[in-house]
């Protein structure tokens, strides 16, 4: 009885080959599970459901898109290029934009007031998007709802603030009156353009404007009612530009820093202070004057390699696309200000990004960026200088694609 018990087999132990190997076969089947989830889920941001079976599938569809891309290479002047190039030529296939046809276009709506001018770019937004693909005359197809009502033309008009905001009103309520897009969600899916800051202000008559609908601003500072991850930061473009385009041309540029404007802000008042009479800083207490010879002002990005651009009576500055078009690395001195693109774009890499408490610091800082840091960042300007242009028709990759990118971005993530 003993012998036979000893002769029979061990149970098999926790260790034995047997449980090893199932083991491994288990972890290797929850590791490939987890890899197939993970690749669904960022295909599934990358590629939403398409209704069409003619859609190919998205495997194919990236080597198509990253074989038929317009950027110059894959640079990380973008957070993340290939996610941008994918998003990019899906946004061109699919996004639609509704356009309230209501407001007479010689009063306040439908039509830019003018194309030229520190506020360009909201007179360009009204033009291009009736130019481009994007827009759909059929409501039941559109992903987003722009109100076209221009602050701008108001102001042209002389129409004061308080007036401002009762026409706003007035427009938007007969709006929601009229159609049943608003109600569906609240104005959630529903957006307006407005680069000058009266226009923000114009709006506050509303809450549910403010607090529900897209606002596509040239102001953006989110310490005052902008929300970054709902609005839109619209680029503050100086159209038209007075020279050409500078780039590739850092042997030329041999002044450190320069910055020449009004003192209608306090960074720009102690910026002046501190700073106008330093022998390698080029610091003006105020406008160059333009007696003083043409087009000085201009000529003075190409000759620098660091272009200030303190806030103003707002966060932003049309300093700062001066400086990417003339090829001037930018120093963004402003507090709050969520830059144009920058969930798009790496600013660090073609910027200089600044507290306004350092501005007491400012030369050193500019000085201990070493030159080949300092032709880096210049590259890179260069690779982003189209994106911070406008043009009519519209460009591909210009200033107009890329807030339409930024809207389609907004559009993924409503929720109602």
Not at 91 to 117: H, W
Not at 220 to 249: E, M, R, T
Request: proline share 6%; glycine share 4%.
């Amino acid at each position: 009885m003993t012998a036979a018990k000893s002769a029979q087999p061990p149970p098999p132990s926790s260790s034995s080959p047997i449980n090893l190997s199932l083991r491994g076969s288990l972890l290797a089947l929850a590791t490939l599970t987890l890899i197939s989830f993970t690749y669904l889920s960022l295909n599934s941001l990358h590629f939403p459901l398409q209704s069409s079976s003619s859609t190919p599938p998205p495997t194919l569809l990236s080597s198509k898109v990253l074989e038929e891309s317009d950027l110059e290479q894959l640079s990380d002047v973008y957070h993340s290029a290939e996610v941008f190039s994918l998003n990019y030529a899906e946004m061109e296939r699919r996004f639609k934009v509704y356009i309230y046809p209501d407001g007479d276009p010689n009063t306040f709506y439908q039509t830019p007031r003018k194309l030229t001018g520190k506020y360009a770019s909201e007179g360009y937004f009204f033009q291009n998007i009736r130019e481009s693909g994007f827009r759909t005359e059929d409501p039941d197809r559109a992903d987003l709802f722009f109100i076209p009502i221009s602050c701008h033309k108001m102001r042209g008009k002389g129409t004061s603030y308080e007036n401002m905001t009762v026409i706003v009103q007035n427009y938007v309520e007969s709006l929601i009156s009229k159609y049943p897009y608003w109600n569906r969600t609240l104005g959630a899916d529903h957006f307006f353009v407005t680069c000058h800051d009266v226009g923000v202000r114009a709006t506050e008559g509303l809450p549910l404007l403010v607090k529900n609908s897209i606002r596509v601003v040239c102001s953006p500072s989110y310490d005052v009612g902008f929300i970054p991850h709902k609005d839109v930061a619209l680029p503050q473009v100086l159209q038209p530009f007075a020279l050409p385009a500078g780039g590739n041309d850092v042997e030329n540029r041999t002044s450190l820093g320069f910055w020449a404007g009004h003192r209608n802000s306090k960074i720009r008042v102690i910026l002046a202070r501190v700073w106008e009479n330093d022998t390698e800083l080029d610091i003006a207490n105020n406008r160059i004057n333009r007696a003083t010879g043409h087009l000085v002002y201009q000529k003075k990005f190409y000759r620098t390699k660091f272009c200030i651009c303190p806030g103003g009576s707002q966060v932003n500055s049309a300093r700062i696309t001066d400086s990417i078009h003339y090829g001037c690395i930018p120093v963004i001195l402003s507090n709050y200000y969520d830059l144009p693109f920058n969930d798009i774009l790496d600013w660090r890499k073609f910027s200089v990004i600044l507290k306004e408490n350092d501005v007491y610091r400012l030369k050193q800082i500019l000085k201990d960026i070493s030159n080949s840091e300092f032709v880096a960042l210049h590259e890179n300007l260069v690779k982003v200088q189209k994106h911070f242009q406008w043009n009519s028709p519209p460009v591909k990759y210009d200033a107009f694609h890329m807030v339409m990118y930024d809207l389609w971005l907004r559009h993924h993530v409503i929720k109602y």
